[in-house]
Every structure is written in structure tokens, then in C-alpha cells.
């Protein structure tokens, strides 16, 4: 059964620092891995899908990597602001189109 | 941009009421998924669907029926509604495996 961890599950830095957030899964058979992120009360929001023959997507001040040998993906945030506060959920496509979703990482950026 | 709407964003029912949520997009896309998102529990598959009149179980279907008679609307029906389904429910589309777009939520509470 495909598993998928975040970590860390909480993160709170002062505005302007480059972050790096980690997702792992268990199971390298997998089409595309998708990152999204929710605000609170509100629906997912699509940041960047990585398909599975990429190592890499990116979009403005974000960068994702993938790893499928060591099951593995990250979410670079460079120059973080206030308003990248949310939390980050990592998901990966497996067989059938399915959604697999890590618990997420909820992050703070202090102004 | 691919655009799913969720009809409600906020539903209160009371226990053993019939409960309709509706979705609905707007770019063709043939797969269609209903998740509930619980603290500490994430996000659960519900149901899906590939195409139309056709519906898969997901990891949670109990308690709930689905149905898609167009392409375009993907219904998740609570039978009989019961205070354990007071959650988020997220609904969201997609063209194969190429990334996911979900709608805004509902918010439901069952009293």
C-alpha cells in the first residue's frame, strides 16, 4: 500500500528565508506527483505537477524535485512572504489515477 | 484554467436527512473524486468515477452513494446522514494522470 510522509509537519520561519519542504513515499511505482497547497477552510490549490519521467517544475519562487528510485520529492520556497502561509500537501498519482496524499506541513512565514 | 465547483460551501443537515453535493467542471475531464478531509485524518478517498454512469469505491465509501449521469457532474449522496460525516468534502477532477483540480469544499455539518 503507497504511503506518503511529510515532513516536517509544522514549519514557522521569518520572512525572507529559502525553505525546503520533504515528502516520501513508499512505493517508486507511481505516474506524477503533485503539490498543492490549502489555506484554511478552503479548497486545494495546484502549485506544480512533476510527471514521473521529469526531476523537476518550476514556477515563480517555487521549485519541486522528484526522486522515484529513493521515493522521494522536495518543495524549495525561496525568498518566502507572509502570504506563503498555508499548509503544503504533497500528493502522488498512482495506478488508476488516484490520488495518494501525505498529512501535509503546515507552514508560517513571520513578517 | 480548468475550473470545479462545489454548489455549497457551507451545509448544515440534521442526522437521518438525505444530504446532495454537487460538482461540477467545466474542461472535459473523464475522472472525477470525492474526498473528505478530517483533522489528524487527511484527505480519504470516497468514491470516483472514469467516465460517465460509471463509479469505483474509494478507501471510505460506506455510507455514501455517487452518481454521474453527465460528464460534467460528479453527485456524492449521503443516505442517511449521521454526525460522523460532520467534514470537509473536496471534490476534483482530472485528465488522466495529468494533475488534479479541485473545487473550494463544502463544509458539512450534520446535527
Known amino acids: 500500500k503507497q504511503e506518503v510522509t511529510q515532513i516536517p509537519a509544522a514549519l514557522s520561519v521569518p520572512e525572507g528565508e529559502n525553505l525546503v519542504l520533504n515528502c516520501s513515499f513508499t512505493d517508486s511505482a507511481i505516474y506524477n506527483l503533485q503539490w498543492f497547497r490549502q489555506d484554511p477552510g478552503k479548497g486545494l490549490t495546484s502549485l506544480l505537477l512533476?510527471?514521473?519521467?521529469?526531476r523537476e517544475q518550476t514556477s515563480g519562487r517555487l521549485n519541486a524535485s522528484l526522486d522515484k528510485s529513493s521515493g522521494r520529492s522536495t518543495l524549495y520556497i525561496a525568498a518566502s512572504q507572509p502570504g506563503d502561509s498555508a499548509t503544503y500537501l504533497c500528493?502522488?498519482?498512482?495506478?488508476?489515477?488516484?490520488?495518494?496524499f501525505g498529512a501535509g506541513t503546515i507552514l508560517r512565514v513571520k513578517s | 484554467d480548468v475550473k470545479v465547483t462545489q454548489s455549497s460551501r457551507y451545509l448544515v443537515k440534521r442526522t437521518g436527512e438525505k444530504v446532495f453535493l454537487e460538482c461540477v467542471q467545466d474542461?472535459?475531464?473523464?475522472?472525477m473524486f470525492w474526498y473528505r478531509q478530517d483533522p489528524g485524518l487527511g484527505l480519504r478517498l470516497i468514491y470516483f468515477?472514469?467516465?460517465?454512469?460509471?463509479?469505483e469505491k474509494g478507501d471510505i465509501p460506506e455510507g455514501y452513494s455517487v452518481s454521474r449521469e453527465k460528464k460534467e457532474r460528479f453527485s456524492l449522496i449521503l443516505e442517511s446522514a449521521s454526525t460522523n460525516q460532520t467534514s470537509m468534502y473536496l471534490c476534483a477532477s482530472s485528465l488522466g494522470a495529468r494533475g488534479y483540480t479541485f473545487g473550494s469544499g463544502t463544509r458539512l455539518t450534520v446535527v
Open positions: 512533476i510527471q514521473s519521467s521529469q
Open positions: 500528493a502522488v498519482i498512482r495506478y488508476g489515477n488516484k490520488l495518494v
Open positions: 468515477s472514469y467516465d460517465v454512469k460509471m463509479k
Open positions: 474542461m472535459d475531464h473523464e475522472n
